[in-house]
């Protein structure tokens, strides 16, 4: 039985991530939910099965890891007049390109007229 639950651990990254788990799934899911997981976990061919798949719930609902770094848009400042502004809007560039639109958009966001 030790054997079985410490390979069953193993398969979702040992016993501290198994209690992770453990600690999210009591207060996160519903009685009904707990009541399913347990029956199933009290059946040895399918116990590995809900563990995975409660893992599975329980890694998706996890904050993503944001990595840091700079983005593919480029910054862009504010427009300095309406008149800047208009002669953008009013380009070969802004009709035919989106992310040129985009970046208007952003720079009007920022300018303070």
């Given at each position: 039985m030790e054997q079985n639950v410490a390979r069953i651990q193993a398969s979702i990254?040992?016993?501290?991530?198994?209690?992770?788990?453990?600690?999210?799934?009591?207060?996160?899911?519903?009685?009904?939910?707990?009541?399913?997981?347990?029956?199933?976990?009290n059946d040895e061919e399918g116990a590995e099965f809900a563990v995975q798949?409660?893992?599975?719930?329980?890694?998706?609902?996890?904050?993503?890891?944001?990595l840091k770094g700079n983005t593919n848009a480029p910054s862009?400042?504010?427009?300095q007049s309406k008149a800047e502004m208009t002669a953008d809007m009013h380009s070969q560039q802004y009709k035919k390109d989106p992310a040129f639109r985009a970046m208007v958009m952003r720079k009007i966001a920022?300018?303070?007229f």
């Amino acid at each position: 039985m030790e054997q079985n639950v410490a390979r069953i651990q193993a398969s979702i990254g040992g016993e501290g991530e198994f209690n992770s788990m453990m600690e999210w799934a009591a207060e996160g899911l519903s009685d009904s939910e707990k009541n399913a997981f347990n029956k199933a976990v009290n059946d040895e061919e399918g116990a590995e099965f809900a563990v995975q798949g409660l893992y599975a719930r329980y890694k998706a609902q996890a904050e993503p890891t944001l990595l840091k770094g700079n983005t593919n848009a480029p910054s862009v400042g504010a427009y300095q007049s309406k008149a800047e502004m208009t002669a953008d809007m009013h380009s070969q560039q802004y009709k035919k390109d989106p992310a040129f639109r985009a970046m208007v958009m952003r720079k009007i966001a920022k300018s303070n007229f």
